[in-house]
């Protein structure tokens, strides 16, 4: 019978063993959250940012079409929005000019855009996320029409998106030639 005592082993597992087993189990569990917890924090903010960026393309591609479709341009670059003569320019903060529809258009760069229609106020198409760099501007060659020129504008915008205290920095450029032969 002492034989039979001597070779008694104790089965399962120990309270300590236990405990440092849901201990590990616990950190490894915690280190996953957080990081599945980051990982979904990351998709959120760059789908945000996307969404500004897809904005800020949107009117990109609107000021493009209507100035491809339009005639008449005249670059602000003096600060006078009321002139429509046309006129070309190097380095304008805006353009002017008249819609397939015959109304008078217009853009200006500060620190959004906006837009005019047919002399109606200012409306701003960005976001208040979106901040335009003072270095924008808007080129207008070819408006005159006593040159043999195609009227041609180029719009090159730099700016930063703020979002949750982060700025991301942009820059586009655009350039529209005018769809309808310039005839004087």
């Given at each position: ?126 976001t208040p996320e979106v901040i335009i760099d003072p270095s924008s501007r808007v080129i207008v060659a ?9 009227p041609f504008v180029t719009i090159i915008l730099a700016g930063y998106i703020t ?22």
């Amino acid at each position: 019978m002492e034989l039979f005592f001597r070779n008694r082993k104790q089965d399962g597992y120990t309270i300590i063993e236990t405990m440092i087993a849901v201990s590990i189990f616990l950190v490894v569990i915690m280190v996953g959250m957080s990081s599945l917890l980051n990982a979904d924090l990351i998709h959120r903010k760059s789908g945000a940012m996307r969404s500004i960026m897809d904005g800020l393309s949107f009117v990109m591609e609107d000021m493009s079409k209507s100035l491809r479709t339009g005639y008449s341009y005249h670059c602000i670059n003096d600060g006078d929005l009321s002139a429509i003569e046309p006129r070309s320019c190097g380095s304008g903060s805006g353009v002017s000019f008249k819609s397939d529809a015959g109304d008078r258009i217009k853009y200006v760069i500060g620190s959004n855009i906006q837009k005019s229609t047919a002399g109606g106020p200012f409306v701003s198409l960005t976001t208040p996320e979106v901040i335009i760099d003072p270095s924008s501007r808007v080129i207008v060659a070819g408006a005159e029409l006593t040159d043999t020129m195609q009227p041609f504008v180029t719009i090159i915008l730099a700016g930063y998106i703020t979002y949750k205290g982060v700025d991301t920095p942009f820059s586009l450029r655009t350039s529209v030639s005018q769809r309808s032969v310039d005839t004087p």
